[in-house]
């Protein structure tokens, strides 16, 4: 159990009220209960003895590993492990004192109370003096063993209490969950705990000792059930997608923050801002809608935490809570990328996160629950709506919702959702997707909260060629000679009809040729023959294919065209073993478990990073960049086969689908290729690499 080490200080609570009532029950002078009007009462029926009796041997039994005995794990620190030990020596003395009981009650007259001093001298008809002197020995024992194994729990490097305190901590930051004060908090009274036990016991104020510890182990339960919660909300892909999108370029996108006075200017329609600051009317939702390759999630990406976007909201949400939250749907990403459950689910785990006290609000069946349930969209939905409402007048919500046409499912179904969602006055959506007919539909009504983007980023686009193509000497050279390499950045704004990635593709061409020291007419006879249309550029790209490569170039779309997600490079790179041998990772052997284990893996990951370096030279030359090699974002830390191949851009994989193209690409591999099974047989090889 992860909360052994607060569940040992609980239990020593029990153990120490358990004492204290044992202590008093065999002193003639105890008074243990009071009346109704607070006066001393000396009266007490047997039968109320018992059930107290009976409620320490349940108490008792609640330790880390419950009461049935048999050895104690290797790995348990030993003072929970000696707390556990004084419960059970306790627990079999309640036992032994509440089976006295039961056979003094057999000849009990209900109607006749017994005072505590019958009970002694029964104890004596039963046990001899010894027997009762021994127990009061035993009890003092206990109570001076107790005091030693909370200060070791208390204070010990090796005590579950710190390692707890430390994992809680830990996980509060990887999750950036806002309960930083409360765990400091925790830390702060453990600590406190600790310097005044030894008071606490010596002056037999047993109430503030068990308080004390309840609260501490009941505190740091509710922290991990919280955490436990989150952790089964959060699932590895949730920022994957984001993170992979270009940072915008320096200083582009920012016309959307800023005032435009000139009539004839589109950007002067723009009311971004002003949507961000203002009540919702009718709806709460702003749509940026695009071409393909536009730069759509580069502008959803900027402006999701921008400083700007907050600083308007919080006009908005005045001195309510600000939440916001992003989700970018990716069409060639897993599952959870591209379906509802995985928008809700993100969603809820930043509102949650943020918003921690919302979990008792929201869930208190999951907050009962010792192990976390898998998520269905019914209850993500409803929590969501359910948290919409129960904050309503005190937290306000601004979504940030990528690629609606990457969804994967019905248009309308994502529709509907979002429109739901912020139905509500204090929730706020932006969505952005391609202009297609059911979203325009569905947004034709918001004139002032809409943009189609390729109309405003003519001025962002000369921006970006002309500093990528001053970060070549050659051409910051040749432009000082002669100024007619300036028209290159005006005639690739003119060609590129707001479409940024074909921007990006063309300027990757020109600097490739300053590169060869192309002169200013072979620029643009370069930058003419390239088509701007991407489709067609697509196609001049794969004409452009070594003919050598055209088999393996056919081979490597129809993997990546046929996995749910990117494939490692590793991978790959046994794909080529397999065209050689198809049997050959079958042959090969798995990497010894060795003494040295830590010089064995720098020579494998030596050799690892060799062959991915080899593979991404590959990739480059068969797919001449449309496809990427990037770092995979799911795992953090310099481990082995971090990287990835994917498409450059979802555009390339809707054109590598056309029909005449995969014709093309079957008759290049041949019938007798299967993708799925090559990708097991380089998935083996792979697993048997590392």
């Not at 029990?14 to 002193?27: E, M, R, T, Y």
């Not at 016991?201 to 919660?229: G, M, N, P, Y």
């Not at 907050?310 to 600000?322: E, H, I, P, Y």
């Not at 019905?410 to 929730?427: F, M, T």
Request: proline share 3%.
């Amino acid at each position: 159990m992860v909360l052994d080490g607060f569940t040992a200080l609980a239990l020593a609570g029990n153990v120490i009220q358990f004492v204290d009532f044992c202590s008093k029950l065999l002193s003639s002078t105890y008074e243990i209960y009071e009346s109704a009007d607070g006066a001393p009462e000396r009266h007490v029926h047997l039968a109320k003895i018992e059930d107290d009796f009976s409620d320490f041997i349940r108490n008792l039994s609640l330790g880390p590993r419950g009461a049935t005995g048999g050895a104690f794990p290797s790995n348990i620190p030993a003072h929970e492990k000696a707390v556990e030990k004084l419960a059970r020596g306790c627990m079999e003395d309640a036992k032994r004192l509440r089976n006295i009981l039961k056979e003094l009650r057999r000849d009990e007259d209900p109607k006749i109370s017994k005072i505590w001093q019958s009970f002694r001298q029964a104890l004596r008809s039963y046990w001899k003096e010894g027997r009762i002197r021994e127990l009061e020995r035993r009890l003092n024992d206990v109570k001076s063993e107790l005091l030693l194994r909370l200060v070791g729990l208390l204070s010990d490097r090796q005590s579950d209490v710190l390692r707890i305190l430390d994992d809680l901590s830990d996980a509060n930051r990887r999750m950036e969950i806002d309960r930083n004060k409360q765990i400091q908090d925790l830390a702060s009274k453990v600590e406190s705990f600790g310097h005044s036990v030894s008071g606490m016991i010596s002056k037999a104020d047993f109430k503030t000792f068990h308080k004390t510890v309840s609260d501490l182990a009941s505190t740091s339960s509710d922290l991990l059930v919280e955490q436990k919660i989150l952790e089964s909300l959060r699932f590895k892909q949730m920022r994957v997608r984001r993170s992979i999108i270009p940072e915008a370029h320096t200083k582009t996108f920012q016309w959307i923050f800023d005032n435009h006075d000139v009539v004839d200017d589109p950007k002067s329609r723009i009311k971004f801002v002003h949507w961000l600051k203002q009540p919702n009317i009718d709806s709460g939702m702003f749509w940026i809608s695009g071409k393909p390759g536009s730069g759509k999630s580069t502008l959803m990406k900027f402006i999701c935490n921008h400083p700007q976007t907050v600083d308007a909201l919080r006009v908005w949400s005045g001195r309510n809570k600000l939440v916001t939250a992003s989700f970018f749907f990716w069409h060639s990403g897993t599952t959870k990328q591209r379906s509802q459950e995985g928008l809700l689910q993100t969603l809820l785990y930043e509102i949650l996160r943020k918003c921690p006290d919302a979990i008792s609000v929201a869930l208190p069946h999951r907050l009962k629950s010792a192990s976390q349930e898998p998520w269905d969209r019914a209850e993500l939905f409803q929590t969501l709506r359910m948290l919409r409402g129960k904050l309503k007048a005190s937290t306000c919500f601004c979504f940030f919702v990528d690629g609606l046409d990457e969804y994967f499912g019905d248009p309308r179904d994502i529709l509907g959702v979002l429109q739901d969602i912020s139905a509500e006055e204090n929730v706020k959506i932006c969505a952005s997707s391609r202009p297609w007919p059911i979203f325009q539909t569905a947004f034709d009504g918001y004139h002032d909260r809409r943009i189609c983007l390729q109309d405003l980023t003519r001025d962002d686009i000369a921006l970006y060629v002309r500093n990528k193509l001053e970060e070549d000497p050659t051409f910051v050279h040749a432009r000082k000679e002669d100024d007619r390499y300036d028209q290159l950045v005006v005639e690739i704004v003119d060609k590129a009809q707001g479409v940024f990635f074909w921007v990006f593709l063309v300027v990757r061409s020109l600097l490739d040729g300053l590169t060869n020291a192309d002169t200013l007419q072979t620029l643009q006879k370069r930058l003419r023959l390239l088509p701007s249309d991407l489709e067609e550029y697509f196609q001049h790209m794969l004409d452009s294919v070594d003919d050598i490569y055209q088999t393996q170039m056919a081979r490597t779309f129809q993997l990546s065209l046929t996995c749910d997600e990117p494939l490692y490079l590793l991978i790959h790179f046994f794909l080529d073993d397999l065209e050689e041998d198809p049997s050959s990772t079958l042959k090969m052997d798995v990497q010894p478990w060795r003494d040295n284990v830590t010089l064995i893996r720098e020579m494998e990951k030596a050799n690892l990073t060799r062959r991915e370096s080899q593979m991404q030279k590959r990739i480059a030359a068969r797919s001449m960049g449309l496809l990427e090699v990037r770092r995979d974002e799911d795992y953090a830390g310099d481990t082995l086969g971090l990287h990835r191949v994917d498409f450059l851009h979802r555009t390339v994989a809707e054109f590598l689908k056309h029909p005449s193209l995969q014709k093309r690409f079957a008759q290049q591999i041949g019938p007798l290729f299967d993708p799925n099974a090559s990708t097991a047989h380089a998935i083996l090889g792979m697993v048997k690499a590392i």
